[in-house]
């Protein structure tokens, strides 16, 4: 049976015409229309708050369970600590849960978020005395058209910006890094050159000694001889000089 209902289906099915085809598809995307325009007449009576602080302790459900005394709510959004701030309070021995910097709260009518703003800002937070939060201070403002939409983008663009910003950090962490290896791959290179200069030094040291000591070895056995002039003998400083006999002898006789 239920094999011969699905076959009837099919058949209707190819049965139907063009243009029964384009009304089911006018009338599924009149639907759509009319969904989107009830959505966004809803979106238009809510209201958003923001905290511009977030006690400690605090989460999305604690919230939820508080502010839900006064009105319907339908979406919240906190914003995570920095993970540097959550890793020192735990070294620090404080609370090693998740925390929360601001927050977003979107009521279902904007009068009621507007009355809660008004009511709470400034108060204390109060529930039972067991609370960590129960003297902490609610920091609330209601934000004026500010629609839910505003707030996703608002973070999609902090994501990017965030994502963007990481980017640029690694890529300068790279070139830091690729820096210091080449530098070090350097200084490693220059000082194997300088250690092969020194045993290159040590070895010319070395031969130049050995060959200093065989020169004065040859130095010390060869004698050379100068020619002097004969020395000046005793007295003769006192003798005046005058003229040889055989120069006279020479003159005179030439002359006779």
């Not at 029964?20 to 229309?33: M, T, V, W």
């Not at 009068?111 to 039972?128: D, F, H, M, P, Y």
Request: aromatic fraction near 8%; include cysteine.
């Amino acid at each position: 049976m239920v094999e011969e209902e699905q076959v009837k289906k099919e058949d209707s099915t190819k049965e139907l015409s063009d243009s029964e085809l384009d009304k089911l598809k006018a009338e599924r995307k009149n639907r759509r229309k009319k969904r989107l325009l009830k959505e966004a007449a809803k979106a238009d009576k809510r209201g958003v708050c923001y905290l511009s602080r977030v006690p400690p302790r605090m989460d999305p459900l604690k919230l939820r369970h508080i502010l839900s005394q006064y009105g319907d709510i339908e979406r919240i959004w906190l914003t995570p600590e920095d993970p540097a701030a959550l890793v020192h309070r735990k070294k620090a021995g404080g609370f090693r849960g998740q925390g929360f910097t601001e927050g977003w709260v979107e009521f279902t009518n904007k009068n009621v978020a507007k009355r809660v703003a008004s009511t709470l800002n400034g108060e204390q937070i109060g529930g039972k005395k067991k609370s960590s939060f129960y003297y902490d201070l609610w920091n609330i403002k209601y934000l004026s058209k500010f629609k839910w939409d505003h707030l996703t983008e608002e973070i999609a663009y902090k994501n990017a910006t965030r994502e963007q910003k990481l980017a640029l950090e690694l890529s300068a962490a790279k070139k830091e890094r690729d820096f210091y290896l080449a530098k070090v791959d350097q200084s490693r290179a220059l000082s194997s050159i300088d250690e092969r200069l020194k045993k290159k030094r040590k070895i010319q040291q070395a031969n130049g000694t050995s060959e200093v000591q065989g020169d004065h070895q040859q130095a010390a056995k060869v004698i050379r001889q100068f020619p002097q002039t004969k020395p000046v003998r005793d007295g003769g400083e006192k003798q005046k000089p005058g003229l040889s006999k055989d120069l006279l002898a020479g003159v005179f006789g030439g002359s006779s």
